[in-house]
């Protein structure tokens, strides 16, 4: 925001005083960090209860002349930043800070806090407790008020609601006979071709449960809309978002008809093919980056639940290895983890209206099977890592999809052991992704041998890269024996008669696993230098910091 939008949006909040939505305080620097995030958690509920985007904290007026005096809270920018992440520790669910505006006056420094509205549904707590505004005073929330967050959800479902003064020639022609020919698909066995054929226009758009009553909606206008119908949309978005990040930079806006725009998003996708060479043979397998099902379900997904209500775009990010999906909106019901490990079934949309509708035209399910059947298992019949879910930006939902292998063993090792468990799968992704798997899939992998090593140095076993004709990779970064390395040193100390400790490092960083860190190997040569220095197999003969080892013999006399 520019310094003279700030001005201006100081000066409306000071003709609008304390409401519920905006707190004046003539803080300084030593104003409590816990008072700010009962403030947020008041401010944030607030302006959900009034319909308002965000609600304002501002440091550097007095309360009592409503005058600007400045404030010196947190003058170094790092340490003001910083509070973005000490709020978001204790703000459950976790959000921070929409911005914190500084603002420079002649009658001194304000500091403007912008708190994002609480979301539909969710009321946010400080530390566990709930607050709101009792006049111009901070107050624990009352239940009436909290239950009126929590209600939300159940009373307003933005999707369905109808566009006054629209009607059916603010749809798609094509659009809607492509919806026709999708739900004669669907309905094959159940609904003659005849009979469908038969319906007109308006008959057809309510039984597939996109108008009600002939009236055209929200979900009508997205799905099938003219993009010159967006505006019975208005003020909120409909725009997916392609963007080329790189060397090459590149984007387009698509509108309505999202059944059919959709597809034309994906097509502007670069989708290269990749090879991958099967165990034993020389003839490689080809295949594209990205799969139009797996990509399509991504977006579809995005689509159906996006906050529509955040006025923002359906982004797709286009790099040299992934594609990355955003939509505004929390995860809505459950976490990513529900429905990829333990099949979960959505008990709640948050644009049920619309998530039915693109139901009906197979743009989506309802059971949840999408993610796992289609995206995670499709990735790996495709011999390519997971998809990955990020969550960790407020009130947004990212997926990153693959288009490149990560570590081609695990690529190989899905194509050579057809009998693989899913559960080993999902662990296996984690280990090439230089995570950390469940603990409780770390002892199957190793019963079955796929891994060596340990935490966090895991890697392919010997059985599997065998089996993937990667012997060599094998050998490098599988973990020797201690005893190899430390005859390694003494054969070495006893050859040339004395060693430097980093003589002793050059001669053990090219032999050990290629698994470990380089500060993991450091921590390796110490450990094995002060076990043969204890056990008495060598001894310095020079200083602390410039050490010499000598072998020593069995009268206790170093070898010279």
């Given at each position: 925001?520019?310094?003279?939008?700030?001005?201006?949006?100081?000066?409306?909040?000071?003709?609008?005083?304390?409401?519920?939505?905006?707190?004046?305080?003539?803080?300084?620097?030593?104003?409590?960090?816990?008072?700010?995030?009962?403030?947020?958690?008041?401010?944030?509920?607030?302006?959900?209860?009034?319909?308002?985007?965000?609600?304002?904290?501002?440091?550097?007026?007095?309360?009592?002349?409503?005058?600007?005096?400045?404030?010196?809270?947190?003058?170094?920018?790092?340490?003001?930043?910083?509070?973005?992440?000490?709020?978001?520790?204790?703000?459950?669910?976790?959000?921070?800070?929409?911005?914190?505006?500084?603002?420079?006056?002649?009658?001194?420094?304000?500091?403007?806090?912008?708190?994002?509205?609480?979301?539909?549904?969710?009321?946010?707590?400080?530390?566990?407790?709930?607050?709101?505004?009792?006049?111009?005073?901070?107050?624990?929330?009352?239940?009436?008020?909290?239950?009126?967050?929590?209600?939300?959800?159940?009373?307003?479902?933005?999707?369905?609601?109808?566009?006054?003064?629209?009607?059916?020639?603010?749809?798609?022609?094509?659009?809607?006979?492509?919806?026709?020919?999708?739900?004669?698909?669907?309905?094959?066995?159940?609904?003659?071709?005849?009979?469908?054929?038969?319906?007109?226009?308006?008959?057809?758009?309510?039984?597939?449960?996109?108008?009600?009553?002939?009236?055209?909606?929200?979900?009508?206008?997205?799905?099938?809309?003219?993009?010159?119908?967006?505006?019975?949309?208005?003020?909120?978005?409909?725009?997916?978002?392609?963007?080329?990040?790189?060397?090459?930079?590149?984007?387009?806006?698509?509108?309505?008809?999202?059944?059919?725009?959709?597809?034309?998003?994906?097509?502007?996708?670069?989708?290269?093919?990749?090879?991958?060479?099967?165990?034993?043979?020389?003839?490689?397998?080809?295949?594209?980056?990205?799969?139009?099902?797996?990509?399509?379900?991504?977006?579809?997904?995005?689509?159906?639940?996006?906050?529509?209500?955040?006025?923002?775009?359906?982004?797709?990010?286009?790099?040299?290895?992934?594609?990355?999906?955003?939509?505004?909106?929390?995860?809505?019901?459950?976490?990513?983890?529900?429905?990829v490990v333990r099949n979960r079934t959505p008990r709640r949309y948050r644009n049920r209206f619309l998530a039915e509708a693109m139901v009906q035209l197979r743009m989506i399910d309802t059971?949840?099977?999408?993610?796992?059947?289609?995206?995670?298992?499709?990735?790996?019949?495709?011999?390519?890592?997971?998809?990955?879910?990020?969550?960790?930006?407020?009130?947004?939902?990212?997926?990153?999809?693959?288009?490149?292998?990560?570590?081609?063993?695990?690529?190989?090792?899905?194509?050579?052991?057809?009998?693989?468990?899913?559960a080993e799968i999902l662990a296996l992704d984690q280990i090439q992704k230089g995570l950390a798997p469940d603990n409780d899939a770390l002892p199957l992998l190793r019963k079955r041998g796929?891994?060596?090593?340990?935490?966090?140095?895991?890697?392919?076993?010997?059985?599997?890269?065998?089996?993937?004709?990667?012997?060599?990779?094998?050998?490098?970064?599988?973990?020797?024996?201690?005893?190899?390395?430390?005859?390694?040193?003494?054969?070495?100390?006893?050859?040339?008669?004395?060693?430097?400790?980093?003589?002793?490092?050059?001669?053990?960083?090219?032999?050990?696993?290629?698994?470990?860190?380089?500060?993991?190997?450091?921590?390796?040569?110490?450990?094995?230098?002060?076990?043969?220095?204890?056990?008495?197999?060598?001894?310095?003969?020079?200083?602390?910091?410039?050490?010499?080892?000598?072998?020593?013999?069995?009268?206790?006399?170093?070898?010279?």
């Open positions: 925001m520019s310094a003279d939008a700030l001005k201006q949006t100081l000066a409306l909040l000071l003709l609008e005083w304390e409401s519920e939505c905006v707190e004046f305080k003539d803080a300084n620097d030593n104003f409590s960090t816990s008072d700010i995030g009962k403030y947020f958690s008041a401010l944030s509920n607030e302006a959900n209860l009034r319909s308002r985007d965000a609600g304002w904290l501002v440091f550097g007026v007095d309360n009592k002349t409503r005058k600007v005096i400045g404030t010196q809270y947190r003058k170094n920018a790092e340490r003001l930043n910083g509070l973005k992440r000490d709020i978001a520790n204790g703000i459950d669910p976790s959000t921070t800070f929409r911005d914190i505006h500084e603002l420079h006056t002649p009658e001194g420094r304000v500091v403007m806090f912008e708190i994002p509205a609480a979301p539909r549904g969710i009321p946010i707590a400080w530390n566990g407790h709930y607050f709101a505004r009792n006049g111009e005073s901070l107050a624990p929330m009352s239940l009436a008020k909290l239950d009126e967050i929590r209600a939300q959800d159940g009373i307003e479902d933005w999707s369905a609601k109808v566009c006054p003064g629209a009607t059916l020639a603010d749809l798609d022609e094509d659009a809607i006979a492509k919806a026709r020919e999708v739900f004669a698909q669907k309905h094959a066995q159940s609904i003659p071709r005849s009979t469908l054929d038969s319906w007109s226009a308006a008959d057809f758009l309510d039984r597939a449960k996109l108008t009600i009553g002939g009236k055209i909606t929200r979900t009508s206008i997205l799905l099938l809309g003219k993009s010159e119908s967006t505006h019975y949309l208005s003020p909120f978005v409909a725009e997916l978002s392609w963007k080329l990040e790189g060397e090459e930079r590149a984007y387009e806006h698509f509108s309505p008809p999202f059944l059919l725009t959709s597809t034309l998003l994906y097509q502007r996708i670069r989708n290269l093919r990749v090879t991958l060479l099967p165990p034993g043979q020389m003839i490689p397998i080809e295949m594209a980056k990205y799969e139009q099902k797996i990509v399509l379900e991504a977006l579809h997904n995005c689509i159906a639940h996006q906050d529509y209500r955040s006025c923002e775009r359906v982004l797709v990010i286009e790099r040299v290895g992934e594609l990355e999906f955003q939509n505004a909106g929390s995860f809505f019901d459950g976490e990513p983890d529900d429905y059971m949840g099977f999408g993610i796992r059947e289609v995206m995670f298992r499709g990735q790996a019949k495709r011999f390519f890592p997971l998809p990955d879910y990020d969550l960790t930006e407020a009130n947004h939902v990212k997926v990153h999809l693959a288009g490149r292998f990560i570590d081609e063993n695990y690529s190989r090792m899905l194509l050579s052991l057809p009998d693989i468990s899913w796929l891994v060596e090593g340990r935490r966090p140095a895991l890697h392919i076993s010997a059985e599997v890269a065998l089996a993937t004709n990667q012997k060599s990779t094998y050998i490098r970064s599988r973990r020797q024996d201690d005893q190899h390395y430390r005859k390694l040193i003494l054969d070495y100390v006893g050859q040339f008669k004395q060693a430097t400790t980093q003589e002793i490092r050059d001669l053990l960083m090219s032999k050990l696993p290629d698994a470990l860190t380089g500060e993991q190997k450091e921590h390796k040569v110490h450990n094995l230098l002060t076990a043969l220095r204890v056990a008495g197999d060598i001894y310095n003969t020079g200083s602390k910091r410039y050490p010499k080892w000598v072998r020593q013999s069995l009268n206790n006399k170093p070898i010279v």
